[in-house]
């Protein structure tokens, strides 16, 4: 893709990286934003660098249209959606849309076999409509309605992937050295809107509760700090829904060695069909947690050897959540390949009966051809 759509974008997040003054609409620095929404700048990172300096192999980048199986496309939604002008930036999306859909690649499947990072919930929101059928890699699949419209995300077709981290990791020294005193923890913004408003119904229960820490969220590295303190004297992190089902805070637990304890009944979680959450996470049904007493009875009856192995469990997935360069194997960009890999055959499938079936058939695929995101039992597949 032309420049403007990544190396100029790059340069424009490096040259304001400084001015950390610049806040969201709720006080969250803009760039700490962009980098926990960074996924399309780390996929990218990968998929440029020379054959020779790239670790992973289980994908190749090839110079011809004809010889690849996937196109990625190269666009820093996020980066675009935070630093450019409203207007400014939603022309940059429409000259985007307009170059990906002219693509002979693009035409001849109608995007089924394209990949579109569209990983902040705003990002590249005016003109996504028009590519659909692409495989878009979102932080959840939301079902308020607020973010993605009815039709447009399923998990048959795109892909959930992990914030990028805001804390530092609890390597083994910090890990075996860690006193956890406290039970509970939690720090953030303590209301949120739509299917977050259980955050504000579990502070009224849980504060003020002993062994337990429930603070509101500051912005900046004084923020940072002091989440990433309490969560490594924590046995268990809190994590509930907010604005979204999902959040940063789940992967800041993760690395810091603290049990995630997530309330969140529709949350769809990354590599799921790789990882077992159940040997690092606590889940807990929200109308169990908002029984006054229940959590922190539960919470306080699980056997030791059960955290002991669990606390392990952490150590060892820590790797599957941070991304790098070089990408490193089992990190998030080679499981985020190996999960697209898995949905080639059904993508080949569905292009190649939309070049063969007449228009307007019957026969076409609608939306009534796939399952809603709901869990049930499934057969094993490898």
């Not at 950390?20 to 700048?41: F, K």
């Not at 399923?154 to 075996?176: H, R, T």
């Not at 062994?211 to 940072?224: C, L, N, Y």
Request: charged residues 25%; proline residues 6%.
């Amino acid at each position: 893709m032309p420049s403007k759509f990544t190396y100029d974008l790059l340069r424009l997040f490096q040259n304001t990286y400084r001015e950390t003054t610049t806040l969201t609409s709720n006080g969250s620095p803009v760039h700490r934003l962009i980098e926990q929404h960074s996924v399309d700048y780390w996929l990218w990172a990968d998929l440029i660098a020379p054959e020779s300096e790239r670790l992973l192999k289980n994908v190749v980048r090839v110079h011809k249209q004809e010889e690849a199986d996937m196109f990625y496309i190269p666009f820093f939604t996020t980066i675009s959606f935070f630093l450019l002008e409203k207007q400014q930036c939603k022309a940059l999306y429409r000259e985007a849309l307009k170059w990906v859909t002219e693509q002979p690649a693009w035409k001849r499947s109608e995007g089924r076999d394209h990949i579109l990072p569209v990983h902040h919930p705003w990002s590249f929101k005016s003109v996504r409509k028009f590519m659909k059928n692409a495989i878009w890699l979102l932080p959840d699949m939301d079902s308020t309605g607020n973010w993605y419209k009815p039709g447009q995300v399923y998990l048959e077709k795109d892909l959930i992937l992990p914030y990028v981290p805001n804390v530092d990791v609890c390597d083994s020294k910090c890990l075996s050295d860690a006193k956890r005193t406290t039970l509970l923890f939690f720090r953030g913004r303590l209301k949120r809107n739509a299917g977050g408003k259980i955050r504000a119904k579990l502070v009224t229960e849980l504060t003020g509760a002993d062994d337990v820490i429930i603070e509101e969220g500051s912005a900046g590295e004084g923020g940072k700090a002091a989440a990433q303190i309490g969560m490594r004297k924590s046995t268990f992190c809190l994590n509930p829904a907010g604005d979204t089902p999902s959040s940063a805070r789940l992967f800041d637990a993760i690395v810091s060695g603290c049990i995630p304890v997530i309330v969140s009944d529709e949350l769809e979680l990354p590599f799921e069909g790789i990882l077992d959450y159940r040997k690092i996470a606590i889940f807990v049904d929200s109308n169990n947690a908002m029984q006054p007493g229940w959590l922190l009875s539960f919470l306080r009856n699980i056997p030791p050897t059960q955290i002991g192995e669990m606390q392990i469990n952490l150590a060892k997935y820590s790797k599957h959540f941070l991304y790098s360069h070089p990408a490193l194997p089992m990190g998030p960009e080679d499981l985020v390949w190996r999960m697209i890999t898995g949905k080639l055959l059904n993508i080949r499938l569905h292009v190649r009966r939309s070049q063969r079936v007449v228009k307007g058939s019957r026969s076409i695929c609608t939306c009534d051809c796939r399952h809603p995101n709901v869990t049930s039992s499934m057969i094993p597949f490898s």
